[in-house]
């Protein structure tokens, strides 16, 4: 491989979270085009191989994570990021989306106004103002922590309804 093309594989290895071509450009000095092709190539390459590491495009940025097939039994390994609350919360959210806080407090319970508030701290929610209570879908940031190939709040929504179906 080319100097600049490993140049482009550290900087998705070490990151930890999607990138854009352009963060990658400006970051590395390497000229955008020249990060835009290389990107393609890696994901060609890893897309070519047989590994447990896959490099996906979501949005208009660039991942290097886990292949699905190996998630699960890794699982285990990777430090959670979210305590429990609030990731039941953020996944209500994703599966009923749009949904009012309100009806995801009745369902449970007061706890879920502190985890929306974490939830938009951390940029993963999105909130509007509707009937005395907020409405929240999922915002793009949701998708790109999750490494979920999904541009929208419906196309998050369909991947889970899909997720769900398969079980």
């Not at 490099?55 to 429990?84: H, T």
């Not at 609350?85 to 209500?92: F, Y």
């Not at 103002?129 to 929240?136: C, D, G, Q, R, V």
């Amino acid at each position: 491989m080319d100097e600049q093309l490993l140049v482009v594989e550290a900087m998705l290895f070490s990151s930890g979270r999607p990138l854009a071509p352009s963060e990658i450009s400006e970051a590395s000095g390497l000229p955008l085009q020249d990060v835009r092709q290389s990107l393609k190539k890696l994901k060609r390459i890893y897309d070519g191989r047989s590994t447990s590491i896959e490099i996906v495009r979501i949005g208009d940025k660039y991942s290097m994570q886990l292949g699905k097939d190996f998630q699960k039994s890794a699982r285990n390994m990777a430090p959670v990021e979210l305590p429990r609350d609030v990731l039941t919360a953020i996944s209500l959210v994703a599966y009923y989306q749009p949904v009012l806080q309100s009806e995801l407090a009745r369902k449970i319970g007061p706890r879920i106004y502190e985890s929306v508030a974490k939830l938009r701290e951390m940029g993963l929610v999105n909130v509007r103002s509707k009937a005395h209570s907020l409405e929240l879908t999922t915002s793009s940031r949701f998708a790109e922590f999750f490494g979920i190939e999904a541009r929208n709040s419906a196309e998050v929504k369909q991947y889970f309804e899909r997720l769900l179906s398969q079980r």
